[in-house]
C-alpha cells in the first residue's frame, strides 16, 4: 500500500528545491498582488508577529497537535476582505510574513541541518527569464540571497511559536470558543472551530509560570492575543463595507 503523499504548505502546489542547474534562467517577479491569498479567511502567522498584527486582526488558534495561531481576516465564508480588486492588500493594514515569503520556502526534511530553500514553480510571480534572476553564473543573485535570509529568520520565528503554542497546550490554557457577531447591516456569524486562551485560567497561572513566561516573551504575546479579540466587531464592519450581498453567506 502505498503512503499518502504529504500535504503540501498553504498557497503552494508544486515547490521545487531551488538549483543553478534546474533553473539557471528563473525569475521572480514583484510581490505586488495577494489573489493567490484570496480565498482563504484566516492566515498562519507567528508568535513574534502578534504585537505587529494583534492591533489590526483577531488572533486565534488552530485545533491541532501543534494549535498553529492564524489571523482572521473574513466572515461568513472563505472570503480574505483585505485583498482588494485589483489583488494589493488593503493599505494600512499590515501583511503578514507567511504571505511576504512567498513563492519562497524552506524545505524542511527529518533531521536535516540545513534546510535548502524552494520556490512554488506554480506561482504567478515565477517564470523563465523573467523579474529578478536568480541565478547569475551558477551562483546565487542577491534577490535570492535576500529570499534565503527572509524564509531563515521566518524559520526561526516558527520554531518559538511552536514552542508558546506548547506551552499553552501544556498549561491547558486553549479552549474552543464559537463567537456570534452581528454586523451593522443586520446580519449574523457565527464563528466557531477555533482556540483561544481562557482568561480565568491564565489569571490562575502560579507566578513561577507567570515568570518564566514573562522572560521568554510568552506573556506579553499572551496579552496581544487577548486585545486582539476586540477586533470582531471591526471585521464584521469590514464584511459590511467590501462584501458583496449578493454573495455573503450568513448563518444564524
Known amino acids: 500500500m502505498t503512503a499518502p503523499a504529504p500535504a503540501l504548505p498553504l498557497f503552494y502546489s508544486a515547490p521545487e528545491i531551488l538549483d543553478p542547474a534546474r533553473?539557471?534562467?528563473?525569475?521572480?517577479?514583484?510581490?505586488?498582488?495577494?489573489?493567490?491569498?484570496?480565498?482563504?479567511?484566516?492566515?498562519?502567522?507567528?508568535?513574534?508577529?502578534?504585537f505587529e498584527l494583534g492591533p489590526?486582526?483577531?488572533?486565534?488558534?488552530?485545533?491541532?497537535?501543534q494549535a498553529a495561531p492564524v489571523i482572521v481576516v473574513g466572515l461568513g465564508g472563505d472570503t480574505n476582505l483585505f485583498i482588494e480588486d485589483n489583488g494589493t492588500w488593503t493599505a494600512g493594514k499590515p501583511v503578514p510574513a507567511y504571505l511576504r515569503r512567498y513563492p519562497f520556502i524552506l524545505f524542511e526534511p527529518e533531521g536535516a541541518e540545513?534546510?535548502?530553500?524552494?520556490?512554488?514553480?506554480?506561482?504567478?510571480l515565477v517564470a523563465e527569464g523573467e523579474g529578478q534572476p536568480l541565478f547569475e553564473n551558477g551562483l546565487p543573485t542577491e534577490a535570492a540571497k535576500r529570499a534565503l535570509q527572509f524564509c531563515e529568520a521566518y524559520q526561526q520565528q516558527l520554531l518559538g511559536t511552536r514552542a508558546l503554542s506548547a506551552a499553552l497546550l501544556a498549561a491547558d490554557l486553549l479552549v474552543e470558543r464559537t463567537i456570534s457577531i452581528g454586523t451593522?447591516?443586520?446580519?449574523?456569524?457565527?464563528?466557531?472551530?477555533?482556540?483561544?486562551?481562557?482568561?480565568?485560567?491564565?489569571?490562575?497561572?502560579?507566578?513561577?509560570?507567570?515568570?518564566e513566561w514573562r522572560k521568554n516573551g510568552f506573556l506579553a504575546a499572551v496579552y496581544a492575543h487577548l486585545l486582539s479579540q476586540r477586533h470582531w466587531l471591526s471585521l464584521a464592519a469590514r464584511y459590511d463595507a467590501v462584501a458583496n450581498p449578493a454573495d455573503r453567506k450568513i448563518s444564524g
Not at 457565527?190 to 513561577?208: C, H, I, S, Y
Open 114 to 124: 540545513q534546510l535548502p530553500l524552494c520556490i512554488d514553480r506554480a506561482a504567478d
Open 56 to 65: 489590526h486582526y483577531p488572533i486565534v488558534f488552530v485545533p491541532g497537535a
Open 184 to 211: 451593522p447591516g443586520g446580519g449574523r456569524h457565527d464563528m466557531n472551530g477555533f482556540l483561544v486562551v481562557d482568561e480565568e485560567k491564565f489569571n490562575a497561572l502560579p507566578d513561577e509560570t507567570i515568570l
Open 23 to 50: 533553473h539557471p534562467t528563473l525569475g521572480v517577479k514583484p510581490l505586488e498582488n495577494f489573489n493567490f491569498a484570496r480565498a482563504s479567511n484566516s492566515l498562519p502567522i507567528t508568535g513574534l508577529e502578534f
